[in-house]
């Protein structure tokens, strides 16, 4: 029989397990990869299994399609630009958010992981293990004791603002905070060592993404100043000097590294704010969960529509975690708390509870109240016991955080206070705020400072079995309330085929540049860069480059003068044609017309073309319906305007249409052929619809007002080349002898004109 195993043995053993360094790192990796698995199936990491990315479109297929162009490209300087994109001047992938330190080195080794796999899963694993691995080390560089540290590392791992940020996949590179951290509150390291730390930290996160950098310069900043300061009061020239040429030093290398990389390379000139004080956090955001799928426990909270870049809930186990520090410290220091801070403190909070504001709910005040205790008390506690390092830190948690709320501070989607600021100011202040629109984003440090002080404050105030006992308990909360947010990508399916029909993926494959002319098909470029064929223009960070805006004009200006290349394919929408300027066009798909058309493997200019008209009288109506083969007219209503009685009627009498009573609101079609007219509709408070074949033309014209907004189609072997205007909407066509068709589309206001 066996020998029955007693508890004080297993316990004996446990621990002699856990004292292990190299076996508890490696259960911390562990933890990484179940949290991992818990938010993704593990097909996501799969190099070859792109087409979840492809699915899920819009931020995640422009990274990863960056990186495709990158890494199918050749070696340019600066090192991560390429061609393929923005053809010819190119653009850095910086500006495409493809991970230029992933990018580079696929790229290295891209004859065995090729350029068109992803590492878009891989990354989101490498995230979730060294989140809870920086977070475990360093925990125990603060407590020494490696079951804390391990459970202080999975509660790191389980933030919700990192899944949150599982689109924007660069972003949730939270653990690169903790290294910066790690330098921060590390006392055994000398000034040139954490110098050189500090400079390669800042150097790592430029290559992943900047708003990390601009956290962690913060951070590194609140350092230098601080050693500026000792050294200073110490008078110690040598050192002072020492200090100050070794960080100008990497200063400057690391404004090369910038230039090298291509931060400056076609960077977009903008002006104004560019969303700066709308992409911001709320006050509430902290303790609210904002998406009922956050969290189990706690009821979520409407916030501002740009302020999803400020998602900051903590989870319902940190922020029990913090209330137990709090009331535990504020037990200890209520007699102290008595004093100027302390009623500062409750004066603020009755202030907010009580504050007079129809749209802020109670519910609101409270959670902000609630945090604005938390964190005024844990930096108080922090200084009176002592531990300057962490209290110190609470420097670059409060710049971040009142970045964080912008110049526009909301409670509950409602503004309390607003500094204005001049949207069209160019000064260097502006650019700074422009570069730190989604200011949402830079409470992570705050959120960081934040936990870190309270497992610090929660080790050293209560024994080492029942802090452990505390802190499982707060990572299992933690876990629970996160257990309705899993499998956030399915990847499972493999399966994605282009919405291109074969005809247009021939005709870009035979085109040798794709040229967009406004909006982007995002389908069409999708394809192009898969296959490697050049575009001029791709979605890009805040705006188009310096170099490749100008580029963009003189095409267009080039286009419109048809002045164009007959191997390049052409691309627009209606809305971009100019009065009276006749492009060459025949439709590409059900939105996008092309100037270029396949023939016999080729690309050549279509021989069809298109004119946008702007009538301002019946008789030039009149004109168009006597001298095309086809005209069709179809009416949107305009509200709260009058119809002009005068010009319909000459509409009536010159054109035999019988538009009807005027005063009610309408729908109207109307359809001439060699001049006559052949069908009209009237649709009174409805809609009016035509659909015939005419002279091999498939006609398919409405008027009408769906919700939820008034419309006015005229389709043409399914195009719609009505330009939706209100009033009447006029599309003629008519073919030529060679075949070749000629399309004008326009439009005239039949309201009265108010003045």
């Known amino acids: 029989m066996y020998q029955a195993i007693k508890l004080p043995q297993l316990i004996s053993y446990f621990s002699g397990f856990l004292k292990n360094n190299y076996v508890v790192a490696i259960i911390s990796i562990i933890i990484g990869v179940i949290v991992f698995g818990h938010y993704f199936d593990f097909t996501v990491v799969e190099p070859n299994n792109t087409a979840w990315i492809m699915r899920l479109q819009g931020d995640q297929s422009q990274h990863y399609l960056g990186s495709v162009a990158f890494r199918s490209d050749e070696w340019h300087f600066p090192f991560t630009k390429t061609t393929l994109i923005n053809y010819p001047e190119g653009v850095s992938i910086i500006y495409t958010d493809s991970n230029p330190l992933l990018a580079c080195i696929a790229k290295i080794f891209k004859s065995v992981f090729l350029p068109t796999y992803q590492y878009t899963g891989i990354w989101y694993l490498i995230c979730f293990i060294l989140q809870s691995f920086t977070g475990f080390i360093l925990l125990k560089k603060i407590t020494g004791n490696n079951l804390f540290a391990l459970l202080s590392g999975a509660l790191f791992c389980l933030l919700p603002p990192i899944i949150h940020r599982y689109g924007h996949e660069n972003l949730m590179a939270f653990w690169i905070l903790l290294i910066s951290l790690y330098v921060f509150i590390h006392t055994d390291l000398s000034i040139q060592r954490k110098s050189f730390l500090f400079f390669t930290v800042i150097t790592l996160s430029a290559l992943i993404h900047a708003y990390l950098t601009i956290m962690i310069l913060i951070i590194s900043g609140t350092w230098y100043v601080q050693q500026l300061i000792i050294l200073l009061q110490e008078k110690n020239k040598s050192g002072l000097l020492k200090f100050l040429f070794t960080n100008a030093a990497y200063g400057s290398a690391f404004i090369i590294l910038l230039w090298s990389v291509g931060y400056f390379y076609n960077a977009p000139k903008n002006m104004g704010l560019l969303g700066f004080g709308f992409f911001s956090m709320d006050l509430t955001a902290p303790l609210n969960p904002i998406y009922d799928k956050y969290s189990s426990f706690i009821n979520e909270t409407t916030v501002g529509n740009g302020q999803y870049e400020g998602f900051q809930y903590l989870g319902f186990g940190i922020i029990l975690l913090l209330l137990f520090v709090v009331l535990t410290y504020l037990n200890k220091y209520l007699s102290t708390l008595k004093g100027v801070y302390g009623f500062f403190v409750l004066s603020v909070f009755i202030a907010i509870l009580l504050l007079k504001n129809n749209e802020a709910s109670f519910y609101d005040r409270s959670l902000f ?186 095409q267009f200006t080039d286009w419109q003068e048809n002045n164009i290349k007959s191997s390049d394919l052409y691309l627009f929408k209606l809305y971009v044609l100019q009065i009276d300027k006749k492009v060459y066009a025949e439709p590409f798909d059900a939105t996008f017309l092309k100037s270029s058309a396949l023939e016999n493997g080729k690309v050549q200019i279509t021989k069809n073309e298109i004119v946008k008209k702007r009538y301002d009288s019946c008789r030039a109506i009149s004109d168009l319906i006597k001298n095309e083969e086809l005209v069709i007219i179809s009416s949107k209503d305009k509200v709260d305007a009058k119809i002009d009685n005068a010009l319909i009627a000459t509409f009536n009498k010159q054109l035999n249409m019988h538009f009807s009573d005027s005063e009610s609101r309408k729908s109207y079609v109307a359809v001439f052929h060699h001049g006559m007219l052949i069908d009209e509709t009237n649709g009174v408070n409805g809609s009016a619809n035509y659909t015939s074949v005419i002279d091999r033309f498939d006609l398919v014209a409405k008027s009408g007002d769906p919700a939820p907004e008034k419309i006015a189609h005229i389709k043409i072997n399914d195009f719609d080349y009505s330009i939706n205007e209100t009033g009447f909407n006029i599309v003629s066509v008519s073919r030529r002898a060679d075949n070749s068709i000629i399309i004008h589309t326009g439009s005239i206001d039949i309201f009265e004109k108010t003045h």
Request: with cysteine.
């Open 369 to 554: 109240a609630l945090f604005f205790a938390i964190y005024s008390i844990i930096p108080f506690v922090l200084y009176k016991e002592k531990h300057y390092i962490y209290f110190i830190l609470f420097i670059p948690a409060t710049i971040c955080y009142a970045l964080a709320l912008s110049n526009i501070v909301t409670l509950g989607s409602t503004v309390i206070f607003e500094y204005p600021l001049n949207e069209y100011d160019e000064s260097l202040s502006y650019a700074f705020f422009r570069n730190i629109r989604s200011s949402g984003r830079l409470f992570w440090a705050t959120t960081h400072i934040l936990i870190i002080s309270a497992l610090y404050l929660l080790f050293k105030i209560t024994s080492l079995r029942k802090s452990i006992i505390i802190l499982s308990i707060i990572v299992l909360i933690q876990t629970m309330d996160l257990l309705k947010l899993s499998y956030v990508v399915d990847s499972k399916n493999k399966i994605y085929s282009s919405p291109l029909s074969e005809l247009n993926q021939k005709t870009i494959l035979a085109s040798n540049n794709i040229i967009s002319l406004g909006e982007i098909n995002s389908a069409v470029v999708d394809f192009a860069i898969l296959n490697q064929k050049h575009i001029n223009h791709f979605y890009t960070a805040h705006d188009a480059g310096a170099l490749t805006k100008p580029k963009l004009k003189q």
